[in-house]
């Protein structure tokens, strides 16, 4: 088992930093930051996976199928904050992007390292998550053999969902039949083993990709404006405010008195505002394409 993990790429020791203990702040800091520099390259090396997997994301979505991330330590922490993301950004329901991380919730902000070697624990997470045909279910492992991540796509294949696994080796026991894989081989760490550093950088750029990805498509951008943002606080009021001000040219004040009219709803406003309609009008419209404000533009172009 040693001999096997030794063989990894994120447990090598990086030639690069071998007198990091000797360096001072500032030059610790430039190796780390030459460094980061290589995961966005290693990304570009794995850009089609991820297009392959952002596509069945979609996919799924489109057909009513949730999506899921099981992960542990670094990997599910990841996994975790990219759902809870997704609802103030996208205007999603919480329940459609799920992160389950290994050892449950408190494992967020206290490690519980012994929770990732049982495949049991993956499975039966998978179960507690209600993981059914249709649904996706992404794992996540930086070493791509995490026990507890393969025991969850294990039964999530058995349940007929789609599996994706994400990890930083190559060949990883985590791709063993899923539907696919991505593997971002960034190489040895600044610090042997810390996989919470390049290993990490480039699980959370893949991740922001898919879902990213799979909202545009979704219809919960339009342009590159984040028109399904939840006005919740403030300062998201205030960028309902923009963007309607953005699309419509219309002044501060008139963008004020337009998002009022439409609930504090962008998408409202908008179309609203290219289609003369009253926000019941212009709620039934975006109601009939999904929330998608190009498409409600373009049914009420050739309604008229």
């Not at 069945?56 to 542990?72: D, H, P, Q, T, W």
């Not at 026990?147 to 990890?167: C, D, F, M, N, W």
């Not at 600044?190 to 219809?219: D, E």
Request: hydrophobic share 40%; with cysteine; aromatic share 2%.
């Amino acid at each position: 088992m040693l001999e096997k993990l030794r063989e990894l790429t994120t447990e090598m020791k990086n030639e690069q930093t071998r007198d990091l203990d000797n360096l001072s702040i500032p030059q610790i800091v430039k190796l780390m930051n030459e460094e980061d520099k290589k995961v966005a390259a290693a990304v570009e090396e794995v850009l089609e996976d991820v297009a392959k997997a952002a596509e069945l994301i979609v996919a799924s979505l489109k057909n009513g199928g949730r999506l899921f991330y099981f992960g542990a330590g670094t990997s599910g922490r990841l996994g975790v904050l990219d759902a809870a993301e997704c609802p103030p950004t996208f205007g999603t329901d919480p329940s459609l992007v799920t992160g389950v991380i290994a050892g449950g919730p408190s494992a967020l902000v206290r490690s519980v390292e012994g929770a990732e070697d049982s495949q049991g624990l993956g499975q039966e997470d998978v179960r507690k998550c209600g993981v059914r045909a249709g649904d996706v279910v992404v794992g996540i492992a930086a070493s791509g053999r995490t026990p507890y991540v393969i025991g969850a796509l294990t039964e999530a294949k058995a349940r007929q969902a789609v599996t994706i696994s994400l990890s930083c080796n190559s060949g990883s026991l985590i791709d063993h039949e899923v539907d696919a894989s991505i593997n971002v081989v960034v190489g040895p760490e600044v610090v042997a083993g810390s996989t919470r550093l390049k290993a990490g950088t480039a699980q959370k750029m893949v991740l922001n990709m898919l879902t990213t990805a799979a909202m545009i498509k979704l219809g919960k951008v339009y342009g590159n404006l984040m028109v399904n943002v939840q006005a919740t606080n403030g300062k998201l009021r205030e960028r309902v405010k923009r963007i309607v001000m953005d699309v419509t040219g219309l002044s501060y004040r008139e963008a004020e008195k337009l998002t009022d009219a439409a609930a504090g709803d962008a998408r409202a406003a908008i179309v609203m505002h290219k289609t003369g309609l009253g926000r019941s009008e212009a709620s039934q419209l975006l109601l009939h394409t999904g929330g998608n404000v190009r498409q409600a533009l373009e049914m009420w172009a050739k309604m008229g």
